[in-house]
C-alpha cells in the first residue's frame, strides 16, 4: 500500500484540526489510561481493604524485598529514554535524519536496559527467593501491574526498532510523514514513561 | 521550514530542563520516603510529586503546552474525568462498608 492512500498523514483533518494519526493515538493512549486505571483502581481496593495486622496485612517496604535503588534507576533509565525519544523527533524535523535515528537507537538501548535491569535483577531475583504472584495480594498486584508495564516497553522497543530498520525506507519517501510517525511513537513512550512515574512511588516507596 | 526549525531548536532547551526537574523530582520522592511521615501524609506526597512529574511529560515531551487542537484536550478531560470515577470506586465502597471486615475473613 503506497503512503498517498492514507489521507491526512500530514495535513490536519479538518474536522479534528490534528493529522489523523495523532488522533488515533491520543484515542488509543485514552483506552490505555482506561486499562491502567482499571489496575490503579483495583491497587487502592486491595490496599485499603487490608487489614491491619495478620498474614494478609499490606507488607511494609522491607517485607516486599523491592530495593528503591533498583527501581529509581530504572526511573531515571525511563526519563532519559523519554528525552532521547523526543530529541529524536526533534532531529528528523530539522532534517538530520542520522542524529535523529541515532537517538532513536540510544532511546531502543534504554528501553531494553530497563527491561534487562527488570528481569533479571528484581523478576529473576523474586523468583529465586520463591516469591511469586500466588505468595501475596501485594505481589500479585505489583505482577500485574509492573509486568503490564514490561509488556509496554517490549512493545514500545519493537515498534522503535522498526522505526530505526525497515520502516526508515519512508524517509526517503516522505519525510514528514516519517518524523510524524516518530511524534506518535513518541508519544505512546512518553505515556509508557509516565505510568512508571506513578508505578514507581506506589510500589517501590509506600 | 526555517521556522519549524527555530520553533523545535527553541524546544529542546525545555526538554532538557523538563530532565533534570524529573530527575531532582525523581530523587526527592525518595528522600520524601524517609521522613517517617503518617501514612495518608506520606501517599499525599508521593502522589503529589508523581503528578507534578506526570504534569511535566504530558506538557512538554507530549507537546500539549504547544497544541492548538482543541479535540486533543476534549479527549483528555473526557479521560481524566473516568480516571477519577475509576480511582475514586474504591473509596466509594470503603465509605459504605469497612473494606477490613472484607478482607478479614479471608483468613
Given at each position: 500500500?503506497?503512503?498517498?492512500?492514507?489521507?491526512?498523514?500530514?495535513?490536519?483533518?479538518?474536522?479534528?484540526?490534528?493529522?489523523?494519526?495523532?488522533?488515533?493515538?491520543?484515542?488509543?493512549?485514552?483506552?490505555?489510561?482506561?486499562?491502567?486505571?482499571?489496575?490503579?483502581?483495583?491497587?487502592?481496593?486491595?490496599?485499603?481493604?487490608?487489614?491491619e495486622t495478620g498474614p494478609a496485612a499490606w507488607p511494609s517496604g522491607e517485607e516486599t524485598h523491592l530495593s528503591w535503588k533498583i527501581g529509581g534507576l530504572n526511573t531515571l533509565i525511563l526519563i532519559l529514554s523519554s528525552v532521547t525519544m523526543v530529541l529524536a523527533w526533534v532531529q528528523f524535523k530539522m532534517d538530520n535524519f542520522g542524529k535523529g535515528r541515532l537517538y532513536l537507537a540510544i532511546t531502543a538501548i534504554l528501553a531494553i536496559a530497563f527491561v534487562a535491569i527488570k528481569f533479571k535483577f528484581e523478576y529473576a531475583h523474586k523468583f529465586h527467593m520463591d516469591?511469586?504472584?500466588?505468595?501475596?495480594?501485594?505481589?500479585?498486584?505489583?505482577?500485574?501491574?509492573?509486568?503490564?508495564?514490561?509488556?509496554?516497553?517490549?512493545?514500545?522497543?519493537?515498534?522503535?526498532?522498526?522505526?530505526?530498520?525497515?520502516?526508515?525506507?519512508?524517509?526517503?519517501?516522505?519525510?514528514?510523514?516519517?518524523?510524524?510517525?516518530?511524534?506518535?511513537?513518541?508519544?505512546?513512550?512518553?505515556?509508557?514513561?509516565?505510568?512508571?512515574?506513578?508505578?514507581?512511588?506506589?510500589?517501590?516507596?509506600? | 521550514?526555517?521556522?519549524?526549525?527555530?520553533?523545535?531548536?527553541?524546544?529542546?532547551?525545555?526538554?532538557?530542563?523538563?530532565?533534570?526537574?524529573?530527575?531532582?523530582?525523581?530523587?526527592?520522592?525518595?528522600?520524601?520516603?524517609?521522613?517517617?511521615?503518617?501514612?495518608?501524609?506520606?501517599?499525599?506526597?508521593?502522589?503529589?510529586?508523581?503528578?507534578?512529574?506526570?504534569?511535566?511529560?504530558?506538557?512538554?515531551?507530549?507537546?500539549?503546552?504547544?497544541?492548538?487542537?482543541?479535540?486533543?484536550?476534549?479527549?483528555?478531560?473526557?479521560?481524566?474525568?473516568?480516571?477519577?470515577?475509576?480511582?475514586?470506586?474504591?473509596?466509594?465502597?470503603?465509605?459504605?462498608?469497612?473494606?477490613?471486615?472484607?478482607?478479614?475473613?479471608?483468613?
Open positions: 500500500m503506497s503512503a498517498e492512500v492514507l489521507p491526512y498523514t500530514i495535513k490536519p483533518h479538518p474536522v479534528t484540526g490534528l493529522y489523523n494519526g495523532k488522533f488515533g493515538v491520543w484515542l488509543f493512549l485514552a483506552s490505555e489510561v482506561m486499562l491502567f486505571g482499571a489496575l490503579f483502581s483495583t491497587y487502592i481496593f486491595l490496599r485499603i481493604g487490608a487489614p516469591i511469586v504472584p500466588s505468595t501475596s495480594v501485594f505481589f500479585a498486584i505489583y505482577y500485574t501491574m509492573t509486568g503490564l508495564h514490561a509488556l509496554h516497553i517490549i512493545g514500545g522497543v519493537v515498534v522503535i526498532c522498526y522505526f530505526i530498520g525497515p520502516g526508515a525506507k519512508l524517509w526517503d519517501q516522505n519525510r514528514e510523514y516519517y518524523t510524524n510517525r516518530i511524534e506518535c511513537t513518541g508519544l505512546y513512550w512518553h505515556f509508557v514513561d509516565l505510568v512508571w512515574i506513578f508505578l514507581f512511588p506506589i510500589l517501590y516507596l509506600l | 521550514m526555517s521556522d519549524a526549525h527555530a520553533d523545535v531548536s527553541k524546544h529542546v532547551k525545555a526538554y532538557i530542563a523538563v530532565f533534570a526537574t524529573l530527575a531532582v523530582l525523581t530523587i526527592i520522592t525518595v528522600w520524601a520516603s524517609t521522613w517517617h511521615l503518617s501514612h495518608p501524609m506520606a501517599i499525599a506526597v508521593a502522589l503529589a510529586i508523581a503528578s507534578v512529574k506526570a504534569t511535566l511529560v504530558a506538557m512538554i515531551f507530549m507537546h500539549l503546552k504547544w497544541e492548538k487542537a482543541g479535540n486533543i484536550w476534549f479527549v483528555i478531560v473526557l479521560t481524566v474525568f473516568f480516571f477519577v470515577v475509576l480511582v475514586s470506586i474504591p473509596a466509594l465502597m470503603h465509605s459504605d462498608r469497612p473494606l477490613g471486615t472484607v478482607f478479614s475473613s479471608w483468613g
